[in-house]
DNA sequence: CGTATTATAGATATAAAGGTCCGAATATCC
DNA sequence: GGATATTCGGACCTTTATATCTATAATACG
């Protein structure tokens, strides 16, 4: 559905999201999401160009969120790594199809249009906001003191 | 939003539902679909082998439908070559979520089975019957003969 | 200033998807 | 039966996505 690269985006922003308040480092988020740290170091560079993070190098560096989390939408996430493409040509090429799709190309553009409002309409705040049986990320709930990663 | 693989086997789906009557051979398929015909024999082996279409070898084979229009439906194609895969346990493989999903794998899941439900619903008949300005794979419409390959 | 810490950049490796090729099997036509 | 058309099965190549590694630049702290 979504590529992987934009699943560990997606859990690097709501790790961020659940841990506000200082910055956090490349290591600190591959542990708690379960992604290869190298690899994440490259999908959050791509973060800080879209402008969705900051960086900040040296001893207490790290990353945060440029943004409050109900101002950030899946569909921003998913467009700074992996953007979602819409047809807005006949894949085909043929000339009289132009800019008008053809049935099947129509029908496959509205599914996406689907999927991209469906993006659009979720905030990353939504998600920690929505009640579920487990905790975003997290083995158990976070503790009091807001230290979630003093687990395991 | 799907593979080109996926993109492929609608194509040959369409191109067999707007002309039935007698089998086509992967090169005339390829042709008109304009996909490689080297690759699009092993999207219809797929087809073949998932019960969506059927082959013939030899002088006059080809591919034909295995069922009408109105029976088969662009998610059935679509899990065929590429099946969509739903969220059903925890991607970070995190024990105490189990079966249920965090909210961030929930939404990404619900987002999932809302193209499923939407493929489902819109059967390869519907495509056929949709009206639009220009007619699905071809330059112009097809001729009254039914041969629209004679078209280019 | 020197050292530890951290992001950044780029080269390289591995896996998966997309694509090609060819010989064998099967069917039709004469 | 022989010639021809066509799918089938598998080996192989190319490109893209995923992942790793190493060196460099920026920052903080003493």
Redesign the pocket.
Known sequence: MI????E?ALRAIVFLAMNPGR???????ADTTK?????L??V??SL??AGLIQ?????????VLSKSPDQLNILEVLNAV?PIQRIRTCPLGLQGHGTVLCALHKRLDDATALIEQSFADSTIADILARPTQSTPLYERPPTKDGNPCAYE
Chains 1, 2 share one sequence.
């Open positions: 590529s992987q690269t934009a560990y910055a956090h480092t490349t290591q600190e988020i992604v290869p740290a190298a690899y170091s490259k959050l560079k800080v160009k960086s900040q190098r040296g001893l207490g560096g790290g990353f992996d």
